[in-house]
């Protein structure tokens, strides 16, 4: 089974019919408990139960329950926020060892926010109001495992969310049912996003060609040189990526212009330039290590020189 989605809105619906809850930066999963076995799933119906150690202990509470099947987001949790960071490399931990090792490291929380069967009963068909009743009925809770609330005031939630770096909110309809492996209206997302001025240092040609921009590589300016802010893709398909692969060719250099080491996967294929384009990136979230979240190509600021960008001195 594959879980229910929500559609993308730019607003959050208002009326006594929905319930809103937090959009959790993590890893989709569904946990099918059987017998006291638990059996976790991601979004593409991968078994990766064995990357989550935690979740299987029994510590966690899920091993008690004979029959469940639970929707949820798995989270790594710095500071009182999601940290995508954090998570992103247990998602491919085939080996229990280094699974163990990287749960004592950062381990996870699994958010639970729907419950599709109960005790041998399919639920899906069952309104969300009944299902979230059994869901907090049901007695979980514990380090590994929690149920966060749903709210009813969905423009409040959206500024908090905001106000604390958080993804964004789920709207559903209280009277939905469950559709899995659909993407309804009944489910909506408002998810926040920043933009901010970057410098490119490096692209790339789209695979396979010579002639069309497959990516570009940023990074924010500092005495010493770019600090690398990450690859951005989307956005640049057609004129964009048409418009601006003339003028990175003419800046190109042999020096690299990033001033921290750049991963293997995105230096492998990359022309360096020299940092002058400025540009806007709209992104959901910096991760711990300063990298974007999901970026995407804005514009050319063609009114922003890399200096502008530069830290002012406090006494400036």
């Given at each position: 089974?594959?879980?229910?989605?929500?559609?993308?809105?730019p607003?959050?619906?208002?009326?006594?019919g929905?319930?809103?809850e937090?959009?959790w930066?993590g890893?989709?999963?569904?946990?099918d408990v059987r017998?006291g076995r638990?059996?976790?799933?991601?979004?593409?119906?991968r078994?990766v139960t064995v990357?989550?150690?935690e979740?299987?202990?029994?510590?966690?509470g899920?091993?008690?329950?004979?029959?469940l099947?639970?929707?949820?987001e798995?989270v790594?949790?710095?500071?009182g926020?999601?940290?995508?960071a954090a998570?992103?490399?247990r998602?491919?931990?085939?080996s229990?060892r280094?699974?163990?090792?990287l749960a004592a490291?950062?381990?996870v929380?699994?958010?639970?926010?729907?419950?599709l069967?109960?005790?041998?009963t399919?639920?899906t068909?069952?309104?969300?109001?009944?299902?979230?009743?059994?869901l907090?009925?049901?007695g979980?809770?514990?380090?590994w495992?929690?149920?966060?609330?749903?709210f009813?005031n969905?423009a409040?939630?959206?500024?908090?969310?905001?106000?604390q770096g958080?993804?964004?909110i789920?709207s559903?309809?209280?009277?939905s049912?469950y559709l899995?492996g659909?993407?309804s209206d009944?489910?909506r997302?408002?998810v926040?996003r920043?933009?901010?001025?970057?410098?490119?240092?490096?692209?790339?040609?789209?695979?396979?060609?010579?002639d069309?921009?497959?990516a570009?590589?940023?990074?924010t300016?500092?005495?010493g040189g770019?600090?690398?802010r990450?690859?951005?893709?989307?956005g640049?398909a057609?004129?964009a990526g048409a418009?601006?692969?003339p003028r990175?060719?003419?800046?190109r250099?042999?020096?690299?212009?990033f001033a921290?080491?750049i991963?293997?996967?995105?230096?492998?294929g990359?022309?360096w330039?020299?940092p002058e384009i400025?540009i806007?990136?709209?992104?959901h979230a910096?991760?711990?290590?300063?990298r974007?979240?999901?970026?995407?190509?804005?514009?050319?600021?063609?009114?922003?020189?890399?200096?502008d960008?530069?830290?002012r001195r406090?006494d400036?």
């Amino acid at each position: 089974m594959r879980p229910m989605l929500a559609t993308p809105g730019p607003i959050v619906p208002l009326g006594t019919g929905w319930c809103h809850e937090v959009k959790w930066d993590g890893m989709r999963a569904l946990v099918d408990v059987r017998a006291g076995r638990v059996r976790l799933s991601s979004r593409t119906e991968r078994d990766v139960t064995v990357a989550f150690p935690e979740l299987v202990a029994d510590a966690s509470g899920l091993s008690a329950f004979d029959d469940l099947l639970l929707d949820g987001e798995i989270v790594v949790m710095r500071g009182g926020r999601p940290s995508f960071a954090a998570l992103a490399e247990r998602f491919n931990v085939t080996s229990a060892r280094v699974a163990d090792q990287l749960a004592a490291q950062a381990p996870v929380t699994l958010m639970a926010f729907d419950v599709l069967r109960a005790a041998g009963t399919d639920v899906t068909s069952r309104p969300l109001r009944q299902r979230r009743q059994l869901l907090e009925g049901a007695g979980l809770g514990s380090a590994w495992v929690q149920v966060p609330p749903a709210f009813d005031n969905g423009a409040d939630l959206v500024t908090a969310t905001a106000e604390q770096g958080i993804e964004g909110i789920v709207s559903k309809r209280w009277d939905s049912t469950y559709l899995p492996g659909r993407r309804s209206d009944d489910w909506r997302k408002v998810v926040h996003r920043n933009t901010e001025s970057y410098v490119i240092g490096g692209w790339r040609y789209e695979v396979d060609t010579r002639d069309r921009l497959g990516a570009i590589l940023i990074g924010t300016p500092g005495p010493g040189g770019l600090a690398f802010r990450g690859r951005i893709g989307s956005g640049l398909a057609g004129r964009a990526g048409a418009n601006l692969l003339p003028r990175l060719r003419e800046l190109r250099t042999e020096k690299v212009p990033f001033a921290d080491d750049i991963p293997t996967a995105d230096r492998q294929g990359t022309q360096w330039v020299s940092p002058e384009i400025v540009i806007d990136v709209e992104f959901h979230a910096v991760t711990d290590d300063g990298r974007l979240r999901q970026p995407s190509w804005k514009g050319i600021r063609p009114d922003l020189t890399p200096e502008d960008l530069l830290p002012r001195r406090a006494d400036a």
